[in-house]
């Protein structure tokens, strides 16, 4: 089994004015094809991982053999984390989530706004390339936190179930946004699709959604 590079749900022009056609059309066709290729590289070296989906084989890295395990990080991370991103944006609809989503980031950060503060502040505070999450802290019934980890690590490795995804790797902002975490961020937060992180939410906290 190989992994494919998934069409996206939506076309390239359809995030605009947020982000551009050619900016989105770069972010999946190049940096995303590159990590699909990567790890299926890797595949093909080490057959005896072969047949998992890419979620299972980066909840297992922990147990990986060490001449594997950056290079599935770092490859394997990059197919996974992008794979999730491209499941939770999509054309500007609502900008909150609403249902039980919507209750427990209340209780937990005592609102959608402060919600968005501690996010937008824990993104622009990491340094260099990473990712940013929206995640349960365990399977089931949890609690949600705020996460950033460097360059292409996983919330799946963790035992942490993501409900949204932010790419911080600098591919993602430029060239509309540079280095401009705080505008790129005001832009991300049009196109998240809530309807999607709700039903991962509710999926993750009942137990009928798994990796």
């Known amino acids: 089994m190989s992994y494919e590079l998934p069409p996206l749900r939506f076309g390239y022009h359809e995030l605009e004015p947020y982000f551009s056609e050619e900016m989105v059309r770069r972010h999946h066709l190049e940096h995303h094809r590159a990590y699909t290729d990567g790890i299926n590289r890797i595949l093909r070296e080490n057959p005896s991982r072969d047949g998992?989906?890419?979620e299972r084989l980066m909840h297992s890295l922990p147990g990986l053999p060490d001449d594997i395990r950056e290079d599935v990080r770092l490859q394997g991370g990059g197919h996974a984390n992008h794979q999730f991103l491209w499941k939770i944006i999509g054309p500007p609809r609502k900008n909150a989530p609403s249902g039980p989503l919507a209750q427990e980031i209340d209780r937990t950060f005592g609102s959608f706004a402060t919600?968005?503060?501690q996010f937008y502040a824990a993104a622009t505070a990491l340094a260099g390339n990473g990712w940013a999450f929206l995640a349960l802290d365990r399977w089931g019934p949890g609690h949600l936190e705020i996460l950033t980890l460097a360059?292409?690590?996983?919330v799946l490795p963790l035992g942490k179930p993501g409900v949204m995804i932010c790419d911080l790797w600098d591919h993602a902002l430029e060239?509309?946004?540079?280095?401009?975490r705080q505008d790129y961020l005001d832009a991300f937060f049009n196109v998240i699709d809530w309807a999607v992180c709700e039903t991962r939410y509710a999926g993750f906290r009942d137990g009928t959604m798994r990796i």
């Not at 360059?151 to 996983?154: I, T």
């Not at 060239?175 to 401009?180: E, S, T, V």
């Open 175 to 180: 060239p509309k946004y540079g280095r401009n």
């Open 151 to 154: 360059f292409n690590d996983s």
């Open 115 to 117: 919600f968005r503060d």
């Open 52 to 54: 998992q989906t890419i």
